[in-house]
């Protein structure tokens, strides 16, 4: 993973993650990476790893259970409200380059239509 200096690591490594879960790629209770591995993963300091890790709980995108290990949430509502706030932060970046072009709505909208049926 290449990483943008616009933004924190642990906020990018977090954003892949939740398109894991989106994705289907991870399921809801399966176990994650332990933090060394997830920092050999995604080669990030250990102490990175562990941030991941913390703030996904403070999302309660995860939980801990002490000596087994950190898991994927169980809360489906949980997975589908990230999936919906996720659509709209890459939608609301989509439609500001789209005004910033000029565009208008109907526009916009044929564009979308055309790469979807290509």
Partial sequence: MEFNNN????????????KELIRGNLSLGCKLPSARDLAIRYQINPNTANRVYR??????????????????????????????????????????????LGLQEEEVISLIQKEFNK
């Fill in 7 to 18: 933004m924190p690591i642990y906020m990018q490594v977090i954003q892949e993650i939740k």
């Fill in 55 to 100: 703030e996904m709980e403070l999302q309660e995108l995860c939980f801990t259970k002490r000596g087994i290990g950190t898991f994927v949430t169980e809360d489906e509502q949980k997975l589908m409200r990230v999936r919906e706030e996720m659509a709209k932060e890459y939608m609301t970046t989509f439609l500001i380059g789209m005004r910033d």
